[in-house]
């Protein structure tokens, strides 16, 4: 057991059922659900999950299906499974994870073959939703990656692989390059009047780790050219917006060398939200744009959104470190 194993040891949940032999689908359908909230068996119809709250809930509404369809079913929680170590449970857990990833792998390259080679069974609009399945299933087995499967960058790097193949990169006149923090300090950023996700995400971007003394000036000219010590964004002609297929958040983080796993995360949800083109499959950006569109419901005032945009971002950003 290495180091970092011994100081986050868990404790685990343990769902022991029997299921009776009719209905036959009753079997089926608890299989399914044991496997999609990343349940693994160590003995037969033991199932274990690590001990969280989410896991807790989960096994619950499990328990309530099998003991309504005439089984019987409890949980319970330990410090240990007899026979295995927490290294081996945490080891059967990598491996489930890593099988699911690998057919993720599969399929991505098998996408790509067939974009590269024009298949013609496969139509363009076939690629994207046959893409934007393997985003969303990329989601929900990391969602149950408790232990930080090897195999899940393989996924992902293949997954990009075919997306390249896919949504080529748009050919721009001119790349822009980086851009220095330290220019645009105590500047005035301009953006349309009226703002939503992508205004609202990426102003809290610019507070939070470009210019902190960022003062917002909001417009309705789309041809506003910006005066002395102002610069635009999100806008028609901005220093700052839409670059290719990349909504103004994206082109922010990579203008200005931003990143980490949670504000990659944010810009999926961001982008799956403004741009709606399915890119990451993100399952959260539906929930997230509703939050957002309660916002803007309830604060006609631009500054005010912007105001309630940080506490959301702020918090979205913990949620997506944790």
């Not at 024009?118 to 934007?132: F, P, V, W």
């Amino acid at each position: 057991m290495s180091a970092s194993d011994k100081a986050t040891e868990p404790r685990w949940l343990l769902l022991i059922h029997q299921i009776p032999p009719k209905p036959d689908y009753l079997r089926v359908k608890i299989g399914r659900r044991l496997q999609r909230v990343g349940a693994v068996a160590v003995k037969n119809s033991v199932y274990v999950l690590p001990d969280t709250p989410q896991a807790y809930e989960d096994f619950q509404w499990i328990r309530t299906e099998i003991v309504s369809g005439g089984g019987d079913a409890s949980i319970c929680r330990a410090d240990f499974v007899d026979g295995l170590t927490g290294d081996q449970l945490r080891h059967t857990f990598r491996s489930a994870r890593n099988a699911d990833y690998a057919e993720i792998t599969t399929a991505a390259r098998e996408l790509h073959a067939s974009v590269r080679h024009r298949d013609a069974r496969l139509s363009n609009a076939g690629a994207e939703d046959d893409l934007a399945r393997l985003r969303k299933r990329l989601t929900s087995i990391a969602a149950i990656d408790f232990f930080v499967a090897p195999e899940r960058a393989m996924a992902e790097e293949a997954l990009a692989i075919a997306e390249s193949a896919v949504r080529p990169p748009p050919v721009t006149a001119e790349p822009r390059g980086r851009a220095a923090r330290s220019e645009y300090h105590g500047r005035t950023w301009v953006t349309r009047a009226d703002v939503f996700v992508d205004r609202m995400a990426s102003a809290w971007l610019i507070r939070r780790f470009i210019d902190p003394g960022a003062r917002f000036k909001f417009v309705t000219d789309e041809h506003y050219g910006a005066g002395k010590g102002e610069v635009r964004f999100d806008m028609f002609e901005a220093e700052f917006t839409h670059e290719g297929d990349r909504c103004t958040f994206e082109t922010l983080l990579d203008r200005f060398a931003l990143s980490g796993p949670p504000l990659r995360q944010l810009a999926e949800v961001v982008h799956d939200i403004d741009v709606k083109d399915g890119k990451f499959a993100r399952e959260d950006a539906a929930g997230i744009e509703r939050v957002l569109a309660g916002i803007v419901a309830t604060q006609p005032n631009d500054s005010a959104r912007l105001e309630r945009g940080y506490q959301l971002f702020d918090e979205l950003d913990a949620l997506f470190s944790v």
